[in-house]
T-cell receptor, first 113, second 113 residues
């Protein structure tokens, strides 16, 4: 069955630190990959997405993610986090066959000013 | 001009009651979803409709019944509410059933007492 795994459940960083959140998925076929962010008390917003082409994807607010097909990974990165990046981050996958958008467990990012 | 709107935003009700959550999207999308986010922030897909037709029905109790009067609306009716139904319910829509990013509503926080 299709699944998404996020390795870090709770990450605490100081402002200006670099961020990398891990995401692995288990599906061998064609996939579309997403990172969503959920700020406290708000709905999910799309940070970035990968459908095809350049495996290094740039999103909003300085975030980027790299798709490594051989590792079934789509890790999220940001060189320098800000206090306003404090939020819940979700990796998600749609497989070509099922059409279901499946989410990882989420990672809580807390950035200390 | 909210793209995906849900009502109500908050819903507190007693066990055994029947309640409905409404969702409307003005994006012209064909596909709509209901997700449940539990207290640990885990997002689980419940249902997906494509142009008023049910295409995904996860293992959800029969007490939950989605209804799509037209492709812009997907309502969720819940019978005989239980304590375990307490969660945040998110409606989402996407342009087509496979591969596209989903746009989320603000969520409905359901509390069953």
């Amino acid at each position: 069955a299709q699944s998404v795994s996020q390795h870090n459940h709770h990450v605490i960083l100081s402002e200006a630190a670099s961020l990398e959140l891990g995401c692995n998925y288990s599906y061998g076929g064609t996939v579309n990959l997403f990172w969503y962010v959920q700020y406290p008390g708000q709905h999910l917003q799309l940070l970035l997405k990968y459908f095809s082409g350049d495996p290094l994807v740039k999103g909003i607010k300085g975030f980027e993610a790299e798709f490594i097909k051989s590792k079934f990974s789509f890790n999220l990165r940001k060189p320098s986090v800000q206090w306003s990046d404090t939020a819940e981050y979700f990796c998600a996958v749609i497989s070509g066959n099922t059409g279901k958008l499946i989410f990882g467990q989420g990672t809580t990012l807390q950035v200390k000013p | 001009d909210t793209a995906v709107s849900q009502t109500p935003k908050y819903l507190v009700t007693q066990m055994g009651n029947d309640k409905s959550i409404k969702c409307e999207q003005n994006l012209g999308h064909d596909t709509m979803y209901w997700y449940k986010q539990d207290s640990k922030k885990f997002l689980k897909i419940m249902f997906s409709y494509n142009n008023k037709e049910l295409i995904i029905n996860e293992t959800v109790p029969n007490r939950f019944s989605p209804k799509s009067p037209d492709k812009a609306h997907l309502n969720l009716h819940i019978n005989s509410l239980e304590l375990g139904d307490s969660a945040v319910y998110f409606c989402a829509s996407s342009p087509r059933s496979q591969g596209s990013e989903a746009f989320f509503g603000q969520g409905t926080r359901l509390t069953v007492v």
